[in-house]
């Protein structure tokens, strides 16, 4: 290990010392873990005060899903972590010097999508199990369910996936715009504006693409009974929201190799 | 050792660097010079493996900057001194950059004291002044103990005290047999630590040569004279080898003769002479005069104006 080269662990190990020293990367982390925890907590307190009516309403009631609602405002904030790791060095023009280094590129790419899956997987993991079980305490006993349920762990892990995927998107859009701006404006549209315009599609039709969505198809693994209707199967929905995110990586991949830095 | 050959660069119809041929050679300080918009920025970046040619080649140290397994080791750079994260600090801002090549902690702490940094080390880079932001740079382009160093107006901003560090800092690095490439657009500061000079202009390669070469090869020297009969004077001094002009004042400018000897001409013909001198042509001078035909923006003073 003493020669002096450039490797693909020793780019990630520079990538993690970058992450754990940019404070604006390390609140989006932070603000994560609380939307997570924080609405989760909320929402379940709400649907306590308004219980579901009547036999419909209760058997189509998810208490998993009502305690794992601060994902998708969870998903912004890991949106940004993953712009920001890369825009950051774009906006100051660190990047030139991180390139300079690593002229070959693609491992600040790679060792950049590493740092900030494990960073998210290892905050979201304990907040997204922390807001299940405090969710479920708050439902209580008629409402709530136990994490050995069918379905349920994989929904809780699967949330905390989510939002580490999530910050991959962030990663490729960032990485594709260079500019803090753009990469949060692109994510939001993604994740938002587009179902928007799909709604307004005839309902059979707009059921059928939304299912393909990146937001809807990814969030479908957080749902212990999705609806097939207007979801895809959880772990299909949940590769094909990986899918997105990586065609979005290779799309950055190929930027930042090519040219000029 | 940088070896650049026939390096054209264009960023769509507008083109930075034109056929440029030559090379920096170690153990010396090579000068980069040439008005804000040459080129030079460009011709560095390339060095750096961060832009691509067009056309043409580039290689540090035999290789193509992007294909050395160590780039640190080989060569450092600085663009941009401010180009650092503004609250990470300057000591992880090091580490994380030595970290991708496997470069020990201990030389973080080496170059930070090389510098004179230590005391501000743990302190947010965003918050350095432009003095201490330089010094960051060159710890960063020092960092793999590279034996080519490209640095881009390393002096720039900086105050006297800094100037003089950094003039000893490109001497010594020179001393241990490094190639070192430092660009300018100000000739004086070049001047006193370079030995080698390549002069650019419109992206073009004007001079290639050593500094004492280039100002012996400028505009000569002039001699200054006031006496009590100017046009007669003049008349007597004016040859195919000599040239006199008038200035505002009303004294003659000669050039082409040394000031001896327009005295002695005087003399012999019984002009009275009120003032000789010799006016040194600085090597800004000589340097605007090399380039005049290569500034990109120039200002236009109109004729209301004069």
């Keep these: 290990m003493s020669t002096l080269q450039v490797t693909q662990a020793r780019v990630m190990k520079s990538e993690w010392t970058k992450l754990r020293t940019q404070p604006g990367a390390l609140w989006s982390l932070l603000s994560a873990v609380i939307l997570v925890v924080a609405f989760g907590i909320l929402y379940s307190l709400l649907r306590v005060a308004r219980p579901p009516h009547g036999?419909?309403?209760?058997?189509?009631?998810?208490?998993?899903?009502?305690?794992?609602?601060?994902?998708?405002?969870?998903?912004?904030?890991a949106g940004v972590l993953g712009v920001l790791l890369i825009t950051s060095e774009y906006a100051t023009g660190l990047i030139r010097t991180t390139l300079a280094a690593v002229p070959r590129r693609l491992p600040t790419l790679w060792g950049k999508a590493a740092v900030v899956t494990g960073a998210v997987v290892a905050v979201s993991v304990p907040a997204a199990v922390a807001v299940?079980?405090?969710?479920?305490?708050?439902?209580?006993?008629?409402?709530?369910?136990?994490?050995?349920?069918?379905?349920?762990?994989?929904?809780?892990?699967?949330?905390?996936?989510?939002?580490?995927?999530?910050?991959?998107?962030?990663?490729?859009?960032?990485?594709?715009?260079?500019?803090?701006?753009?990469?949060?404006?692109?994510?939001?549209?993604?994740?938002?504006?587009?179902?928007?315009?799909?709604?307004?599609?005839?309902?059979s039709l707009a059921d059928e693409i939304g299912k393909y969505l990146p937001g809807t198809a990814g969030l479908a693994v957080t749902s212990v009974h999705p609806d097939p209707a207007t979801s895809l199967a959880p772990?299909?929905?949940?590769?094909?929201?990986?899918?997105?995110a990586l065609v979005l990586l290779a799309a950055a991949a190929v930027r930042m190799r090519r040219g000029d830095a | 050792m940088i070896e650049i050959s026939e390096l054209?660069?264009?960023?769509?119809?507008?083109?930075?660097?034109?056929?440029?041929?030559?090379?920096?050679?170690?153990?010396?300080v090579t000068g980069f010079l040439g008005p804000n918009g040459a080129g030079k920025s460009t011709t560095m970046r390339m060095i750096l493996g961060l832009d691509e040619p067009t056309s043409g080649s580039v290689t540090v140290n035999g290789r193509a900057p992007r294909a050395h397994a160590a780039p640190l080791h080989e060569v450092g750079g600085m663009l941009d001194p401010r180009a650092v994260h503004p609250s990470r600090s300057a000591y992880h801002h090091l580490l994380a950059l030595a970290q991708t090549t496997g470069i020990r902690r201990s030389r973080v702490d080496e170059v930070v004291d090389a510098v004179g940094l230590r005391s501000v080390a743990k302190r947010p880079a965003g918050k350095f002044s432009l003095g201490m932001a330089q010094r960051l740079g060159i710890a960063a382009a020092?960092?793999?103990?590279?034996?080519?160093?490209?640095?881009?107006?390393?002096?720039?901003?900086?105050?006297?005290?800094?100037?003089?560090?950094?003039?000893?800092m490109l001497t010594e690095l020179a001393s241990q047999g490094k190639t070192v490439f430092v660009s300018s657009h100000l000739m004086s500061e070049i001047a006193q630590t370079a030995t080698r000079l390549i002069v650019i202009g419109k992206g073009r390669l004007i001079a290639d040569t050593s500094v004492a070469d280039f100002i012996a090869s400028a505009a000569p020297a002039s001699v200054r004279v006031r006496s009590s009969d100017q046009p007669g004077l003049a008349a007597l001094l004016r040859s195919p080898d000599v040239t006199?002009?008038?200035?505002?004042?009303?004294?003659?400018?000669?050039?082409?003769?040394?000031?001896?000897?327009?005295?002695?001409?005087?003399a012999g013909a019984g002009i009275a002479v009120a003032e000789l001198s010799t006016v040194e042509t600085s090597l800004?001078?000589?340097?605007?005069?090399?380039?005049?035909?290569?500034?990109?923006?120039?200002?236009?003073v109109s004729q209301e104006e004069k």
Aim: hydrophobic letters at 55%; a negative charge.
């Design chain 2, 142 to 168: 020092l960092l793999g103990d590279p034996a080519t160093v490209v640095l881009d107006e390393p002096v720039n901003g900086l105050d006297v005290e800094g100037i003089r560090w950094m003039r000893g």
């Design chain 2, 284 to 300: 800004e001078d000589a340097f605007v005069d090399l380039t005049k035909d290569a500034v990109e923006y120039r200002a236009v």
């Design chain 1, 235 to 244: 772990w299909t929905g949940f590769g094909v929201f990986c899918a997105y």
């Design chain 2, 8 to 28: 054209t660069k264009r960023y769509g119809p507008t083109t930075a660097v034109s056929d440029l041929t030559f090379t920096v050679r170690p153990g010396t």
């Design chain 2, 244 to 266: 006199v002009t008038v200035a505002d004042d009303g004294a003659l400018l000669v050039s082409g003769l040394p000031a001896e000897r327009i005295g002695a001409i005087a």
């Design chain 1, 132 to 203: 299940f079980l405090a969710g479920q305490a708050i439902l209580g006993r008629h409402l709530s369910v136990s994490l050995g349920a069918p379905g349920v762990a994989r929904a809780v892990i699967g949330g905390a996936l989510y939002l580490a995927v999530a910050a991959l998107l962030g990663l490729a859009l960032g990485a594709l715009l260079r500019s803090t701006a753009g990469g949060i404006a692109a994510l939001f549209g993604l994740l938002f504006a587009v179902p928007i315009l799909v709604g307004f599609l005839p309902g």
């Design chain 1, 55 to 77: 036999a419909a309403a209760t058997a189509s009631f998810d208490p998993t899903s009502v305690s794992l609602a601060g994902v998708q405002l969870a998903q912004v904030a």
